[in-house]
């Protein structure tokens, strides 16, 4: 399983931005699809998910700004980032949790990341 990004750049405070991220490979049935971001010094966290029951999940600092969905007909994930602030500078990796075919044991990885940078 491989994961392509695009999206991101310098946007100003209070701009938009989208990140969309598509999964390829064979053989392998999707659990969720989300993006984590990481600045440095800090640990990577969680932005926001969304599993193949549409069942979301966002950090407290992006509800109500960030909205996440996806088509995994398409394998592709799309977060949309609204009302941009400039601690939203990050690093933003798309994250997928995977499994293969007739198999049991969950596998994740995140793929490489996209710049996003929020000036004042």
């Known amino acids: 399983v491989q994961l392509q990004a695009c999206g991101g750049g310098l946007v100003q405070a209070g701009g938009s931005v989208t990140l969309s991220c598509a999964a390829s490979g064979t053989g392998f049935s999707i659990e969720s699809m989300g993006w984590f971001r990481q600045t440095p010094g800090k640990q990577r966290e969680l932005v926001a998910t969304v599993d193949t029951a549409g069942k979301t999940d966002y950090t407290d600092s992006v509800q109500g700004r960030f909205f996440i969905s996806a088509k995994y007909d398409q394998k592709t994930v799309t977060l949309r980032m609204n009302s941009l602030k400039p601690e939203d500078t990050a690093v933003y990796s798309c994250?997928?949790?995977?499994?293969?075919?007739?198999?049991?044991?969950?596998?994740?990885?995140w793929g490489q990341g996209t710049l996003v940078t929020v000036s004042s």
């Open positions: 994250h997928i949790r995977w499994r293969y075919w007739g198999r049991t044991f969950m596998r994740e990885h």
